[in-house]
């Protein structure tokens, strides 16, 4: 289990242990027999744990929606019907059937920077675009190290360079040989870019550099 992966199973556990306990204490159905804080701080702590890690769009807020009208009229009716939709929210995890949301706010905000590279290549831009899809390529090699318990700085405090991450993920067979050989070519592109060899590449190069990062990403989630 990756360890984005199982940072949140052991949130969802936290917080499902705390309504066992709840549940195991209670005599009544609605748990109106148990203090009304004890009640209310284990319906706060499900709201939460559905609403932060729930995939955007999924089912399991929409399923959740209903049950916040049961806090108004009796708080304890919520309880069993969330903590029956926080495990259906862990067990999608536990089995690797959902993407972490980490990974979810990754992708778009790296979608919106290649966007960019591709508007800017549309305007024949090619070397400002080349440095963005590189920026971008760094940034993932450097998630998907956190991702994988791989350090991303040096005994000190200096950032390692990225073909030194490239390597150390592929060593670590998070992706294949084939994978490292073109991320190492992306690489240099794009430092011909940053350091104005801007005759060494075409257009036609960076956008399919550009489109070989985008496939990178989708297959290697961080």
Request: some cysteine.
């Amino acid at each position: 289990m990756a360890l984005e992966q199982k940072a949140v199973v052991e949130q969802i556990d936290g917080v499902l242990s705390q309504c066992r306990r709840l549940i195991a204490a209670a005599q009544l159905n609605d748990y109106s027999d148990l203090p009304e804080d004890e009640v209310s701080e284990a319906v706060s702590l499900l709201f939460a744990a559905i609403a932060r890690l729930s995939p955007p769009n999924s089912t399991y807020k929409r399923n959740a929606e209903p049950y916040e009208g049961a806090i108004r009229a009796n708080l304890g009716r919520a309880v069993d019907p969330l903590t029956g939709i926080l495990r259906a929210i862990r067990s999608d995890y536990a089995a690797g059937r959902l993407q972490s949301v980490v990974e979810l706010v990754h992708a778009d905000l790296f979608a919106d920077f290649l966007e960019m590279a591709e508007h800017l290549l549309d305007q024949s831009f090619k070397d400002p675009a080349a440095v963005v899809v590189g920026s971008v390529l760094e940034e993932h090699l450097r998630k998907i190290c956190q991702k994988n318990g791989i350090a991303t700085v040096q005994s000190g405090t200096a950032p390692k360079k990225a073909d030194g991450l490239n390597s150390e993920l592929t060593a670590a067979n998070v992706y294949s040989k084939l994978d490292h050989k073109s991320v190492t070519a992306w690489l240099d592109l794009r430092n011909k870019a940053a350091h104005g060899k801007y005759s060494e590449y075409t257009k036609e190069q960076v956008a399919l550099m550009l489109q070989g990062v985008r496939d990178f990403i989708s297959r290697n989630p961080a």
